[in-house]
């Protein structure tokens, strides 16, 4: 059985960085695209970043392009979101998923999803 377990949410101040985590338990990563979505309270899911297993499509939502970060460590079936300069807008719950075959922003395409982890921006 899949799981994804994502860590690293908390509560900062505008300005500051985190970094999410989110671990595969019970399948490889490989072939895989692992993305990021976020839902704030109120408002749709939407989506963060993602990246393919090749490395070849590496796509960031406009208002986080530049600051947030999404690597991928394929020895640990690891895949982190580096996120930097948080303002007050980049307060939500945080949510890793993955899909095979294709990439895609669209969050009904991914098969598989972690708990999510609360990300909390305050002035």
């Known amino acids: 059985q899949v799981q994804l377990v994502e860590s690293g949410g908390g509560s900062v101040q505008i300005g500051d960085s985190l970094r999410l985590s989110c671990l595969a338990f019970g399948h490889s990563f490989k072939g895989y695209v692992m993305a990021w979505f976020r839902q704030a309270p109120g408002k749709e899911r939407e989506f963060v970043a993602g990246?393919?297993?090749?490395?070849?499509?590496?796509e960031y939502a406009d208002s986080v392009k530049g600051r947030f970060i999404l690597s991928r460590d394929y020895a640990r079936n690891m895949v982190n979101l580096e996120m930097n300069n948080l303002n007050v807008e980049d307060t939500a719950v945080y949510y890793c998923?993955?899909?095979?075959?294709?990439?895609?922003?669209?969050?009904?395409?991914?098969?598989?999803w972690g708990q999510g982890t609360q990300v909390t921006v305050s002035s």
């Open positions: 990246r393919s297993w090749s490395n070849t499509v590496v």
């Open positions: 998923a993955m899909k095979s075959v294709g990439f895609s922003r669209k969050g009904d395409d991914y098969e598989y």
